[in-house]
């Protein structure tokens, strides 16, 4: 299980982690076909913003303890960076109510950088490596 101050920006579905539901949206939003809901989840780590699809939005609310199996966390058709089950993913709750969480930093509210070593991965600003080069 990682925990949510160690994901980082990603186009695979790789995130095993556990966290409790803070806050859920009560509003739903139609992206095509697919109803979708946003929350705040968290861990003892860290908090980040979760997006439900269909069936997810009715299913879970605030207390919930979730387990995430390959999640992904990237940026929505909205451009707003969330954690998410996607297709390939799966959310089960697990427990309700008691676990340890903090609710910063969200994860969801940092400026990622590509990493300039390698343009397929974002890292926190604070770890991007500064190339200079001075020029005689």
């Given at each position: ?39 705040v ?14 069936n ?81």
């Open positions: 299980m990682v925990s949510l101050k160690d994901i980082a920006p990603s186009t695979q579905n790789n995130i095993n982690t556990q966290f409790i539901i803070l806050d859920k949206s009560k509003t739903t939003t139609m992206e095509g076909q697919y109803k979708t809901c946003l929350g989840v968290a861990d003892e780590t860290a908090a980040v913003n979760f997006q439900f699809w269909q997810e939005c009715e299913a879970f609310e605030a207390g919930d303890i979730v387990r995430l199996t390959n999640g992904i966390f990237s940026f929505s058709r909205h451009n707003n960076l969330v954690l998410r089950a996607g297709k390939k993913g799966k959310i089960e709750k697990v427990g309700e109510f008691k676990m340890v969480f903090v609710e910063t930093p969200n994860m969801s509210e940092i400026s990622w950088v590509r990493d300039p070593n390698n343009s397929s991965k974002y890292v926190q600003p604070q770890q991007a490596v500064i190339i200079s080069a001075s020029i005689p």
